[in-house]
């Protein structure tokens, strides 16, 4: 597998577009910082294919696929592996709820000598070529094919994570063992082991059964085969035997059902013509219709008398006036003696207001007189108090004056308040003012209150008029209204003659709908009379129906009685003339069914010889003894087929059996394992040893002794000495030998062809000191000029990468978004 371009978009720390271009770049370098995304750039090439990325853990660690920002993440790569041309997408999404699952994944094949760079123009999915995988599920199995190599394999084979080269260098034997099993998978032998127990347990079992079934087979001896043939020889000469017989138990029966048939048909027409009979009260019929038809017309002649008084009633009480009428008229002269009571008091009360209103008028001129008196006296002694004050301003003044409080003229603190001299004429005039004002306030109280009864007394003389125009206008109106009228004692009168009429009316109205109910069930005595007699003549219609074609007498329509009389006549002499002739039909019959039994003790006699039962049908129950002999011929046959088949069953799983327990029996030793990985180990070493020579010109060869990994130094007389005194490029050269050399085999154990075509080195050299990071660039280099694969490594050691042709720069923005940019050759 070779990559030859690489998108991402969303993808870890790629969040923008990104494309790493792998063409021409037989040996390149990812160069960067640590963290800047090196290794993310491997991560993206092991998840296009597979799905996982070994730091993950898992494949369940797809949610380290997508950008903290990002919903969407896409992969493409683009790679070549035997001569072919493919492209893997996965796309890894992130729904509402914030789980991140693979949105879709695909794996194509593209057409010959594609132009790569044609991917920037947009091409579609269909563009790309034809499709091996469309789904997650369907990838596993096509990158294989693809590829030749599983995950696991991958990882080890095409790109080596950091740190596994020392470590399987210098390693203990039993962890370097137990690597060995990890890697070459050597636990499938123990899986294998397993599998042939379980397949000897299940051989076991097979065998069990088998024989179980052979005990159950014990009829298939040459004997049972004889006695089945001769038993289908026998049924089939008793089937002969019956096939001759049948045409005259044929003949015999057709004669007996003839004249079976012949009694059946004259008894049936015995048994019809005997239910020819007249049903009782078939003459009464007749006259409960004509009394039921007389009883309906007297009923409607009741009605038509009830329907004429009542309209002479009716028409009686239309022409003596309207009752509704004469009530108003009446209850209006009751309401006009009211309505004169009422006004005659009304005007006695109006009187009354009226004087009383005239009282209050006075009273309250009175009040309004004395009130005018106390404003002039209450104004004279005010004039008469300020004419005091100012002959005595002094006076005036001390009644302001407070002991303590300052003078409102010298404002000095007034120590004592000076008593008011006798001469003084101030408070006379200041007492005379507040009797004058005391005087003023009652008087314009007594007017305020003189004023509202007035006004009260005047409201409900207001009320007492308008009632009693009210009053007058209704008296007006009544007596309009009762200008006409013949007064009280005639309203009365009349009154009490339509009620009498009225009265007669409603016994009219019961009669006639009494008379109604019995027309309506006259009528309906007479529909149901009549139609018994329909029934009557319906059932003799039948009856004579059902024996027409006797040829039975003709019907009088008018006398249904009559009619049913002379059927009935009939029927009993056609009765007696077929029992004459049916005496002859059953003596034929009787010799029939004798022909008949003399046959069928024939055939059953037959049927007792060859041991089987008299049956009711000869013929089927012959046809089935042949098909059941031939059946157990045939199944004799079978189960001898069977046992036969059986026994070539019991030896298979004896084989079976024996060779899964020798091969468990061998698989279950420790030894076998051991050889393998012994094997294994030669084989490992002794391509690791020729890689070796190739990247140190020859001075190392890679040996082992007991597991134990030591180096024949040629430079130094061929020294033998142990991995661990190897200098630190030294130790990378031997790591990388063993790294190749494995790949090669895990390539070589793979279930499909593998491609080895490029080596991805995630490995740290920032611990090297010069002279070995010399060496190991030196290697590499050594290794790119076999030319046989690409090699890529990641580092952040500017002096390796300065020594490598093409690198790929990676760094990060200030948005912690990876870039790439490539340069060199």
């Known amino acids: 597998m070779r990559p ?36 993310t750039v491997l991560d993206a090439i092991c998840f296009a294919l597979y799905g996982q990325v070994p730091r993950w853990g898992s494949s369940r660690g797809i949610a380290n696929a997508l950008s903290p920002s990002a919903t969407e993440a896409r992969v493409r790569l683009v790679f070549e592996s035997a001569g072919a041309r493919y492209v893997a997408t ?42 091996l995988a469309g789904t997650p599920a369907e990838m596993d199995e096509a990158v294989l094919h693809a590829v030749g190599l599983p995950y696991e394999q991958f990882t080890s084979c095409v790109i080596l994570p950091q740190g596994q080269f020392a470590d399987f260098l210098h390693a203990k034997p039993a962890t370097r063992q137990q690597i060995l099993v990890n890697l070459l998978g050597l636990h499938v032998y123990e899986d294998v082991q397993k599998r042939a127990s379980a397949r000897a347990q299940q051989a076991d079992a097979d065998l069990r ?91 409607a002649d009741g009605v038509t008398a009830a329907e004429e008084h009542e309209e002479k009633l009716r028409g009686e009480l239309t022409a003596a006036g309207d009752a509704s009428a004469l009530r108003l008229l009446l209850r209006a002269h009751e309401e006009h003696d009211a309505v004169v009571a009422e ?155 339509l009620a009498g009429l009225q009265k007669s009316l409603d016994a009219a109205v019961a009669a006639l709908k009494s008379a109604r109910e019995q027309a309506r069930t006259a009528v309906a005595g007479r529909a149901a009379a009549e139609q018994r007699l329909t029934r009557a003549w319906q059932e003799f219609d039948a009856a004579r129906d059902a024996v027409a074609r006797f040829a039975p007498p003709a019907a009088a329509r008018e006398d249904l ?80 087929a069977q046992v036969r088949g059986l026994l070539d069953k019991r030896v298979a799983h004896e084989r079976d059996g024996h060779v899964a327990k020798a091969l468990a029996g061998h698989l279950r030793a420790n030894n076998f394992e051991r050889w393998l990985l012994e094997e294994a180990l030669d084989l490992l070493v002794e391509g ?9 010109s020859g001075q190392y060869d890679l040996v082992h002794e007991k597991g134990e990994f030591s180096v024949v130094d040629h430079h130094d007389a061929g020294l033998r000495r142990g991995v661990r005194t190897l200098s630190g490029g030294e130790t990378f050269q031997a790591s990388l030998a063993l790294a190749l050399a494995l790949a090669e085999q895990l390539a070589g154990m793979s279930t499909s062809a593998a491609s080895l075509e490029s080596i991805l080195l995630d490995e740290g050299f920032g611990t090297l000191d010069a002279a070995t990071l010399d060496t190991v660039a030196a290697t590499l280099e050594g290794l790119a000029a076999r030319g046989d694969r690409m090699v890529g490594v990641v580092t952040h050691v500017p002096a390796l990468a300065e020594r490598v042709p093409v690198r790929f720069d990676v760094s990060k923005d200030a948005r912690s978004v990876a870039h790439i940019t490539r340069s060199g050759i």
């Open 561 to 640: 009685a009559a009619s049913w009389s002379a059927l009935a006549g009939w029927s009993v002499s056609e009765v007696e003339t077929r029992r004459t002739a049916r005496a002859a039909l059953a003596a034929s019959a009787a010799d029939a069914d004798a022909a008949v039994a003399v046959v069928r003790a024939r055939l059953d006699a037959a049927f007792v010889d060859a041991g089987l039962p008299a049956p009711d049908d000869h013929v089927r129950a012959a046809t089935v003894a042949v098909e059941r002999a031939t059946a157990a011929h045939e199944r004799v046959e079978e189960r001898r």
């Open 343 to 497: 006004s005659t008091s009304l005007q006695d009360g109006l009187g009354a207001a009226t004087k009383e209103h005239r009282t209050a008028a006075a009273a309250l001129e009175t009040a309004r007189a004395a009130a005018l008196r106390t404003a002039t006296e209450l104004d004279a002694a005010r004039r008469a108090y300020q004419d005091a004050q100012a002959a005595d301003r002094a006076g005036a003044l001390r009644v302001h004056l407070h002991a303590g409080a300052p003078c409102p003229v010298c404002e000095q603190p007034v120590t004592a308040v000076p008593a008011v001299p006798a001469t003084s004429a101030v408070p006379a005039a200041e007492q005379a003012g507040h009797a004058a004002k005391a005087a003023d306030e009652k008087a314009q109280a007594q007017v305020t209150e003189r004023e509202q009864a007035a006004r009260a007394l005047e409201r409900t003389l207001d009320r007492a008029r308008a009632q009693h125009e009210q009053l007058a206008s209704r008296l007006a109106t009544l007596d309009t209204q009762l200008a006409t009228s013949p007064g009280v004692t005639a309203l009365r009168r009349e009154l009490t003659t």
């Open 209 to 299: 059964a088998v024989d179980q079934l052979l005990a159950g087979l014990d009829d298939t001896s040459d004997e049972a085969l004889a006695d089945a043939a001769e038993r289908v020889e026998a049924m089939l000469a008793l089937a002969t035997r019956v096939t001759d017989d049948m045409p005259g138990l044929d003949e015999a029966r057709q004669t007996a059902l003839s004249a079976a048939a012949g009694l059946s048909a004259i008894d049936d027409e015995i048994a019809l013509l005997d239910r020819v009979r007249p049903p009782r009260g078939v003459a009464a019929l007749a006259e409960a219709a004509t009394a039921a038809r007389e009883t309906a017309e007297a009923a």
């Open 688 to 696: 690791a040893s020729r890689i070796l020579r190739e990247l140190s």
């Open 4 to 39: 030859l371009r690489l998108d991402m978009a969303g993808f870890t720390v790629f969040r923008d577009e990104t494309t790493v271009d792998f063409m021409d770049a037989d040996f390149f370098a990812l160069v960067g910082p640590t963290g800047s995304g090196k290794s």
């Open 90 to 131: 996965r796309v890894v999404r992130r729904d509402s709820r914030g789980n991140v699952k693979t949105g879709g994944a695909g794996l194509q094949q593209m057409p010959d000598n594609f132009d790569v760079s044609k991917l920037d123009t947009g091409m579609t999915p269909e563009d790309l070529g034809d499709v």
